[in-house]
């Protein structure tokens, strides 16, 4: 590049666009195909061992994106009594970009009558400097389960977290059923790391459950301990949230929570 | 000119000394028990709901400091069923939930109409306070205030909005007057003096009548209530 | 809209029940998370950005006009522990049975058909201000300012903290509670025509799980 250009500064790069497609419908034959398996850029997907009539994701972190200003997405549709569970991997790590520019990681989960879908990332880490928002968003119909994880940590050992914000919404049949907002790190807002924010964990984390049969037997509010509770949400499903030192402790606890409410 | 009109006064469903309840029936009457701490109110509450209950249909809101504590001393007791006991927290500061914010306190004997009703009685206690603490006459119809012979024979002579005001003052513990060294007659000329025509129970529920004048001035306000 | 209305409104003394919530300081106090006015400071700004957030833009949108119905619903949504949930709850109806009394209105009354056992607290907070006339924005500090005021109030009881200093703390939060007041103010403008998803909905995984915990105390001075 000349040093000449005078009037205006170059734009910095555009940052990368990537979207990784899954499409889940039933086969017919008690299993569940993916007539649609398409991953781009640093979203690689691959189909792992069916469970039963459940069929298998792995995405694939063929780099350690996102970095500031990349806007990656996820999209899993599962049709009418389709079964798919996705996982990851390896860890996200969010990067900071060149620009200082933040980044940004969609996921959209659709769910149609009585389809099953677990979601279940590996950690998403934010690395000092960087500056991600994902937008996760479930869309159900009444009859439909969703497993979903969602872990934080705050930093590599011993480093500064970057800024994440992290907003959640599940809608079940049209109505929202979950909707929350975490904002971590330098960028966020005053307090966050404070007695009425995260009291300096470095990791957390959640597991939601939605699952009609909860409408007939919701599972009872309790406390594991001081820094995580089980909270039945209003409709049927389950939330436990959970604050930790460091990303295997959380990990343990969500699993027993899995073990517990999900399948 | 007919000025009780619904235009006039709007506000009138949601009075919370309005006799009537939302769907038009007659409420249960509501009577607070105030005193300093250690007086006696949950043991004179206690000593009512035996001698009333099978005449009456009753329920207790207690106002603990510690929430619970009082609501507990009467579920042990077994004094009513436990559906018909509820305790309303108080924020460190029983005297705003029975006088200066008494919402919680409504919502309380509502929901215990609402769900074991309908009663005859409410007996709404508060947690134990200083001389000054009132019920507002947006919760109860009627209040008792309880001191006791061991706190000192000159709280009547002290007056406070509790001894002067109250419907009732009882005075209890009068057997321990004597180990005390408590003079009854002075008392009674004290309250007199602050309370003009205002009733007074001496009262010991170790021995003698036990609540039984307490219990006697409730059954008259029930049955004026019915009336009213 | 009227300065002196606002002031009634957001009195502390309003009588809507209040006095008897904590906001969760009183579970922050007994784990020794607020011990003096600095951490009480970083509590009230910490809550005031995300559980703040979350009821002034509720309270704002409710303030517009929006549906109470699908905005409850969003407060829901927003309140993943069933323990905030019913504290909202109660404190809805008890300011509702308040604000009924003080401000006459069929919106209120509507609303309160709706939710014979209360509506989520912001919402009927925004509902009321409506019915007294006013607007979005004033509904929106109203909803910031009981979201850190609570909290402050409830320390100087439970730790006898310096009244002076906990005045101080939310002084000085001035600034931030009018950002706050105008951001959610802004939001509810937008759900008018996206709907209630467009509202934030910051929350705090901290006082979710502590609301819990201090919900199976046996023994305590607030219900919440």
Same mark, same amino acid.
């Given at each position: 590049?000349?040093?000449?250009?005078?009037?205006?500064?170059?734009?910095?790069?555009?940052?990368?666009?990537?979207?990784?497609?899954?499409?889940?419908?039933?086969?017919?034959?008690?299993?569940?195909?993916?007539?649609?398996?398409?991953?781009?850029?640093?979203?690689?997907?691959?189909?792992?061992?069916?469970?039963?009539?459940?069929?298998?994701?792995?995405?694939?972190?063929?780099?350690?994106?996102?970095?500031?200003?990349?806007?990656?997405?996820?999209?899993?549709?599962?049709?009418?009594?389709?079964?798919?569970?996705?996982?990851?991997?390896?860890?996200?790590?969010?990067?900071?970009?060149?620009?200082?520019?933040?980044?940004?990681?969609?996921?959209?989960?659709?769910?149609?009558?009585?389809?099953?879908?677990?979601?279940?990332?590996?950690?998403?880490?934010?690395?000092?400097?960087?500056?991600?928002?994902?937008?996760?968003?479930?869309?159900?119909?009444?009859?439909?389960?969703?497993?979903?994880?969602?872990?934080?940590?705050?930093?590599?050992?011993?480093?500064?977290?970057?800024?994440?914000?992290?907003?959640?919404?599940?809608?079940?049949?049209?109505?929202?059923?979950?909707?929350?907002?975490?904002?971590?790190?330098?960028?966020?807002?005053?307090?966050?790391?404070?007695?009425?924010?995260?009291?300096?964990?470095?990791?957390?984390?959640?597991?939601?459950?939605?699952?009609?049969?909860?409408?007939?037997?919701?599972?009872?509010?309790?406390?594991?301990?001081?820094?995580?509770?089980?909270?039945?949400?209003?409709?049927?499903?389950?939330?436990?949230?959970?604050?930790?030192?460091?990303?295997?402790?959380?990990?343990?606890?969500?699993?027993?929570?899995?073990?517990?409410?999900?399948? | 000119?007919?000025?009780?009109?619904?235009?006039?006064?709007?506000?009138?469903?949601?009075?919370?000394?309005?006799?009537?309840?939302?769907?038009?029936?007659?409420?249960?009457?509501?009577?607070?028990?105030?005193?300093? !701490?250690?007086?006696?109110?949950?043991?004179?509450?206690?000593?009512?709901?035996?001698?009333?209950?099978?005449?009456?249909?009753?329920?207790?809101?207690?106002?603990?400091?510690?929430?619970?504590?009082?609501?507990?001393?009467?579920?042990?007791?077994?004094?009513?069923?436990?559906?018909?006991?509820?305790?309303?927290?108080?924020?460190?500061?029983?005297?705003?939930?029975?006088?200066?914010?008494?919402?919680?306190?409504?919502?309380? !004997?509502?929901?215990?109409?609402?769900?074991?009703?309908?009663?005859?009685?409410?007996?709404?206690?508060?947690?134990?306070?200083?001389?000054?603490?009132?019920?507002?006459?947006?919760?109860?119809?009627?209040?008792?205030?309880?001191?006791?012979?061991?706190?000192?024979?000159?709280?009547?002579?002290?007056?406070?909005?509790? !001894?002067?005001?109250?419907?009732?003052?009882?005075?209890?513990?009068?057997?321990?007057?004597?180990?005390?060294?408590?003079?009854?007659?002075?008392?009674?000329?004290?309250?007199?003096?602050?309370?003009?025509?205002?009733?007074?129970?001496?009262?010991?529920?170790?021995?003698?009548?036990? !609540?039984?004048?307490?219990?006697?001035?409730?059954?008259?306000?029930?049955?004026?209530?019915?009336?009213? | 809209?009227?300065?002196?209305?606002?002031?009634?409104?957001?009195?502390?003394?309003?009588?809507?029940?209040?006095?008897?919530?904590?906001?969760?300081?009183?579970?922050?106090?007994?784990?020794?998370?607020?011990?003096?006015?600095?951490?009480?400071?970083?509590?009230?700004?910490?809550?005031?950005?995300?559980?703040?957030?979350?009821?002034?833009?509720?309270?704002?949108?409710?303030?517009?006009?929006?549906?109470?119905?699908?905005?409850?619903?969003?407060?829901?949504?927003?309140?993943?522990?069933?323990?905030?949930?019913?504290?909202?709850?109660?404190?809805?109806?008890?300011?509702?049975?308040?604000?009924?009394?003080?401000?006459?209105?069929?919106?209120?009354?509507?609303?309160?058909?709706?939710?014979?056992?209360?509506?989520?607290?912001?919402? #009927?907070?925004?509902?009321?201000?409506?019915?007294?006339?006013?607007?979005?924005?004033?509904?929106?500090?109203?909803?910031?300012?009981?979201? #850190?005021?609570?909290?402050?109030?409830?320390?100087?009881?439970?730790?006898?903290?310096?009244?002076?200093?906990?005045?101080?703390?939310?002084?000085?939060?001035?600034?931030?509670?009018?950002? #706050?007041?105008?951001?959610?103010?802004?939001?509810?403008?937008?759900?008018?025509?996206?709907?209630?998803?467009?509202?934030?909905?910051?929350?705090?995984?901290?006082?979710?799980?502590?609301?819990?915990?201090?919900?199976?105390?046996?023994?305590?001075?607030?219900?919440?």
């Amino acid at each position: 590049m000349t040093p000449a250009a005078p009037a205006t500064t170059p734009a910095p790069p555009a940052g990368l666009r990537a979207t990784a497609r899954i499409g889940a419908v039933r086969d017919g034959r008690g299993g569940t195909a993916l007539p649609l398996l398409a991953g781009e850029g640093p979203l690689a997907l691959r189909r792992t061992r069916d469970e039963g009539a459940e069929a298998g994701v792995m995405l694939v972190g063929a780099m350690s994106a996102p970095l500031g200003g990349d806007h990656l997405t996820v999209e899993a549709d599962a049709g009418p009594g389709a079964r798919l569970a996705m996982r990851s991997a390896a860890a996200t790590l969010a990067l900071p970009g060149r620009g200082g520019e933040p980044a940004r990681y969609d996921v959209r989960l659709s769910l149609a009558e009585d389809a099953q879908v677990r979601w279940l990332p590996e950690q998403l880490v934010s690395v000092r400097g960087s500056d991600l928002r994902v937008r996760t968003r479930a869309e159900l119909a009444p009859t439909a389960r969703l497993m979903l994880r969602e872990e934080q940590v705050l930093g590599r050992t011993g480093e500064a977290p970057g800024t994440l914000r992290a907003r959640l919404t599940v809608i079940r049949g049209g109505r929202p059923l979950l909707d929350q907002e975490l904002s971590c790190g330098p960028g966020a807002p005053g307090g966050w790391d404070g007695p009425a924010g995260i009291a300096g964990h470095r990791a957390l984390g959640q597991l939601l459950v939605v699952d009609p049969r909860f409408d007939a037997d919701p599972p009872a509010a309790r406390v594991l301990g001081e820094f995580a509770a089980v909270t039945p949400l209003a409709g049927p499903a389950v939330l436990v949230t959970a604050l930790a030192p460091d990303a295997l402790r959380l990990r343990e606890l969500l699993d027993e929570a899995a073990r517990a409410y999900g399948w | 000119m007919h000025l009780d009109h619904d235009v006039t006064y709007p506000q009138r469903h949601t009075h919370s000394a309005d006799p009537h309840r939302a769907d038009g029936t007659r409420r249960a009457l509501r009577i607070g028990l105030g005193g300093p !701490v250690g007086s006696g109110k949950t043991a004179t509450v206690a000593a009512l709901c035996r001698a009333l209950r099978a005449e009456l249909s009753m329920a207790v809101v207690t106002n603990d400091i510690y929430t619970r504590e009082d609501a507990e001393f009467l579920l042990r007791e077994a004094v009513l069923p436990p559906e018909r006991i509820s305790a309303v927290e108080t924020g460190a500061c029983p005297h705003t939930a029975i006088r200066d914010d008494i919402s919680a306190n409504l919502e309380a !004997v509502e929901e215990l109409e609402d769900s074991v009703g309908p009663l005859d009685l409410i007996l709404v206690e508060s947690g134990g306070d200083n001389l000054t603490a009132t019920f507002s006459r947006g919760l109860v119809d009627a209040q008792i205030f309880v001191i006791d012979v061991a706190g000192g024979d000159d709280i009547p002579r002290k007056g406070g909005p509790g !001894v002067t005001t109250a419907d009732l003052l009882v005075v209890n513990k009068t057997d321990l007057a004597p180990h005390v060294g408590s003079d009854l007659e002075r008392m009674a000329r004290d309250a007199a003096a602050q309370r003009g025509e205002l009733p007074v129970a001496f009262q010991s529920l170790r021995g003698g009548e036990g !609540v039984a004048p307490v219990a006697a001035w409730v059954r008259e306000r029930i049955a004026a209530w019915v009336v009213r | 809209m009227s300065l002196a209305t606002l002031l009634v409104l957001a009195d502390g003394r309003f009588p809507a029940g209040g006095h008897a919530h904590s906001g969760g300081a009183e579970a922050a106090c007994k784990a020794g998370r607020i011990h003096d006015a600095a951490t009480l400071a970083d509590f009230c700004r910490g809550r005031l950005h995300t559980a703040g957030v979350t009821a002034a833009a509720l309270a704002a949108a409710a303030a517009l006009g929006l549906d109470p119905v699908e905005l409850d619903a969003a407060a829901d949504a927003r309140t993943p522990s069933p323990a905030l949930r019913a504290a909202a709850r109660r404190l809805g109806r008890q300011l509702m049975r308040a604000a009924r009394a003080t401000w006459p209105d069929p919106g209120l009354d509507a609303l309160a058909a709706a939710f014979p056992r209360g509506a989520h607290q912001p919402v #009927v907070l925004g509902t009321a201000a409506r019915a007294a006339g006013l607007g979005a924005l004033d509904a929106a500090h109203v909803a910031a300012y009981e979201s #850190v005021s609570g909290p402050a109030t409830a320390t100087v009881r439970l730790l006898g903290l310096d009244p002076f200093e906990a005045s101080g703390v939310l002084a000085r939060l001035a600034p931030e509670l009018d950002g #706050v007041a105008a951001g959610a103010a802004e939001a509810a403008l937008l759900a008018r025509t996206e709907g209630p998803d467009a509202l934030p909905a910051p929350s705090s995984p901290l006082l979710e799980i502590a609301a819990q915990v201090h919900a199976d105390w046996p023994v305590r001075l607030f219900a919440s």
